[in-house]
């Protein structure tokens, strides 16, 4: 029986497949290793997979994350020093129904017969993790999690009062489905910022607060995050940083049904309505670009285009395309009512495509056509910041 297996063992030699990459093996069993580390807050296990890192457990053990995993997408380089490109996918606790997903480069060198991380750094254009500028510091809200580095934490708190009051708002205008929550990230600068979002902090000066995530989400979607920028949202009024954070939050509940269908007008709009929804604000106070405009003889005569919608455009140009798009949400709202206008939202992003799904929308919704919908909302923007 012995000498039998013995021959098919041999017989199969030819024709057996490569063997599974052991130095592949190796290196998931490391970031495995470096993954449980990071669950079980085991600073011991964490350094034992690697000795020069980007961040410590301390910078994120505030978090309270329910998963932490890598996936080794690829390894390149020989010898004793490698590289390995993989994808991160953590979970918050609570607040994630599925992981976010980040890609990262780690570099990894043999020392003694193993294999330890000794560079972690996200890949090309990737955004860096908020704990890697510094200590995280987290604020548990009644609808939200706001996490913040270099921040007092009396001032993150002031961050989750007003996210508490953003969610029910959205909530109130767009209806329970979606989570009823958010997750509020607050680097320590503007450069933060742009660390966070993988592009020049220069793109974003004036913005006041971003946010992530992938358009369209089935369910399986990366959760969002509102990314604030602490130097602009700073010189806010109560009023203005209230209206900023129920904007982001209704980009939150909407992500699901807005596509690339949707025109930046009506996702922008439609996060502008619901932020001043009950702001008590007038149009002239919300829309004073576009009031200038109209005062001038200037007024936009065609809804904006998604390219007036660019951080780096004209700062005038930016602020009349949002006042644009929020007076044409307002007036669906006001002339047809909120239930049509979150139908119109919905139908817009149910197309297939960009081309016809806002004429299709404002015809099986509103029942009017696109030439006849831009004519009454060029009267409306007239209406409400002319002279009167």
């Known amino acids: 029986m012995a000498l039998g297996a013995l021959l098919l063992g041999l017989a199969g030699c030819d024709t057996a497949p490569a063997p599974v990459d052991a130095r592949r093996a190796a ?4 970031l495995d290793r470096r993954a449980d580390a990071v669950l079980d807050g085991d600073g011991a296990a964490y350094r034992a997979t ?3 890192d980007p961040y410590l457990l301390t910078d994120l053990a505030a978090i309270p994350f329910a998963s932490w995993a890598y996936r080794l997408d690829g390894l390149s380089g020989s010898g004793s020093r490698i590289t390995a490109d993989a994808e991160l996918r953590y979970r918050v606790e609570g607040y994630d129904k599925v992981p976010v997903v980040t890609r990262r480069t780690l570099t990894l060198k043999r020392t ?7 560079g972690d750094e996200p890949a090309d254009r990737s955004g860096r993790q908020l704990w890697e500028q510094g200590e995280v510091t987290a604020v548990r809200g009644e609808h939200s999690l706001v996490l913040g580095v270099g921040q007092q934490e009396n001032v993150l708190r002031g961050y989750s009062r007003l996210a508490d ?3 029910p708002a959205v909530t109130d205008s767009w209806g329970k489905e979606w989570a009823g929550q958010v997750v509020v990230l607050v680097p ?8 966070l979002l993988g592009s020049p902090a220069s793109g974003y000066r004036g913005i006041a607060a971003v946010t992530t995530g992938e358009a369209g989400g089935s369910g399986a979607a990366p959760a969002d995050r509102v990314i604030i920028n602490p130097e602009a949202y700073g010189v806010l009024g109560t009023v203005g940083k209230q209206v900023v954070l129920t904007h982001e ?4 509940a909407t992500r699901a049904v807005t596509t690339a269908a949707t025109p930046l007008w009506l996702s922008e709009g439609y996060a502008d309505w619901t932020g001043y929804r009950k702001a008590g604000r007038t149009p002239g106070q919300a829309a004073p670009e576009l009031q200038r405009a109209v005062r001038a003889g200037t007024a936009p005569q065609q809804l904006p285009e998604d390219g007036d919608f660019g951080f780096s455009s004209d700062p005038a140009r930016l602020a009349r395309a949002y006042e644009s798009g929020w007076l044409a949400c307002r007036m669906i709202a006001d002339r047809w009512g909120e239930d049509r206008l979150n139908a119109f939202y919905r139908a817009v992003g149910g197309h297939t495509q960009r081309s016809g799904a806002v004429e299709g929308a404002l015809q099986s919704i509103l029942g009017i056509g696109e030439q006849d919908f831009t ?7 007239q209406e409400q910041l002319g002279d009167g």
Do not use: K
């Open 50 to 52: 690697g000795g020069a």
């Open 27 to 30: 290196v998931q069993r490391v």
């Open 375 to 381: 004519a009454r909302w060029r009267t409306y923007v």
């Open 112 to 118: 003694d017969g193993r294999w330890r991380v000794v």
């Open 188 to 195: 320590g600068s503007l450069d933060g910022m742009g660390e």
């Open 165 to 167: 009051r953003a969610v």
């Open 249 to 252: 939050t209704a980009h939150v």
